[in-house]
């Protein structure tokens, strides 16, 4: 029996408690499936979990996660402390006969067990709930830095965005195009990269598993009209309103946020129209970056929230979907500038 290593009991504990991405969820059926301690250990977490399975699913509050993973801390820091005790009380009584011997060794071998399985749970879920933060948080700086980079380039070019010039009804669509024609949404922020304001790894949340960061040096970047394709960018940027607008950074606007759920599986083949139909999952469900518990937004003042539904501070407005539009081409615009619309 092959044993497993931390990281594929962590695996397995994420795909038990449904926190794992399609990807990590073919890994982890994979394992099951090829090795015996995958299969006792998914079987266990799942009849320790069952009770669970009654209780209807909301949205757990940072507050109450956070005093969670410190009672968990606390019961496991105890439990090896009253372990500890029970050892050292142990070593120093004498044994009277055989069998009380190893009657005492066997109740001590459970307690190991016990605290064992404790100590696993509660230090899985800690990390698990440590890990997603830290993600979070370094996504929220990572946002900063990108308004830094378009705040400095404002300053250099009359207060205003990066911006590209497009034919009417172009596509925005075509994240990765390299073609001579402004097709796609993310080509005026590769500005930013191609003029040294900001590396193309910052483009990519920690927590987006189907990210990767973009390994360019500074010639490789001005051989590229765009992003190298949809793993390298996992943030959505705002698309301007059809009417004239001023193109500079507006406080009350947003501006950014993580990757929008509506536009996760874009056609590979440039030649084909996008013909995106919204259903009731795309409309409920928030980006795959953070396992859809919520998006960080970025706003004109620099200024980054995680909201955990698609609704922000400043508004009603979904900032991932076009009022009044539930069928995309690819190139639709927004009809006023306090309709939020993120896209590729």
């Known amino acids: 029996m092959r044993s497993l290593s931390n990281q594929q009991k962590q695996l397995l504990f994420d795909y038990c408690i449904g926190l794992t991405s399609q990807e990590e969820t073919t890994k982890a059926k994979a394992l ?3 090795n015996e301690a995958a299969v006792e250990l998914y079987k266990k977490l799942k009849s320790s979990f069952s009770p669970l399975d009654s209780l209807e699913l909301e949205p ?3 507050d109450l ?3 969670t993973v410190w009672r968990l801390s606390n019961l496991a820091n105890s439990s090896q402390n009253r372990l500890g005790q029970l050892i050292a ?3 120093t009584r004498k044994v009277a006969v055989k069998s009380s011997f190893w009657g005492k060794r066997i ?3 459970a307690v190991f067990l016990i605290v064992g399985t404790i100590s696993f749970a509660s230090f899985t879920g800690i990390a698990n709930y440590s890990r997603q933060k830290s993600w ?7 946002l900063q830095q990108i308004w830094q980079a378009l705040n400095q380039y404002s300053s250099y070019n009359d207060g205003k965005l990066p911006t590209l010039a497009a034919a009417a009804g172009s596509p925005w669509w075509k994240l990765g195009y390299q073609g001579k024609e402004n097709h796609s949404n ?3 922020i590769w500005l930013l990269v191609k003029n040294n304001y900001i590396k193309p790894a910052n483009f990519v949340c920690p927590g987006a598993s189907q990210g990767e960061a ?3 040096d500074a010639l490789q970047v001005q051989d590229y009209n765009d992003f190298p394709g949809r793993e390298y960018m996992t943030y959505s940027f705002k698309i301007s309103c059809g009417s004239v607008a001023s193109g500079k950074l507006v406080y009350r606007k947003v501006l950014m946020a993580d990757s929008s759920p509506l536009f996760e599986e874009l056609p590979r083949d440039y030649s084909q129209s996008l013909g995106l139909r919204l259903t009731r999952d795309l409309l409920t469900l928030n980006s795959i970056n953070h396992r859809r518990r919520g998006q960080n937004v970025l706003f004109g003042d620099g200024r980054v929230e995680f909201i955990k539904t698609r609704f922000t501070s400043l508004s009603e407005d979904d900032i991932f979907t076009l009022r009044d539009t539930d069928i995309y081409q690819g190139c639709e615009l927004p009809s006023c500038e306090s309709d939020f619309f993120l896209a590729p």
């Open 32 to 34: 099951i499936s090829s």
């Open 60 to 62: 757990c509050p940072d």
């Open 65 to 67: 996660a956070e005093r």
């Open 89 to 91: 009380a142990e070593t």
């Open 107 to 109: 109740a001590i071998a």
């Open 136 to 142: 979070r948080q370094q996504c929220a700086i990572q």
């Open 186 to 188: 993310t080509r005026p």
């Open 214 to 216: 973009a390994q360019l």
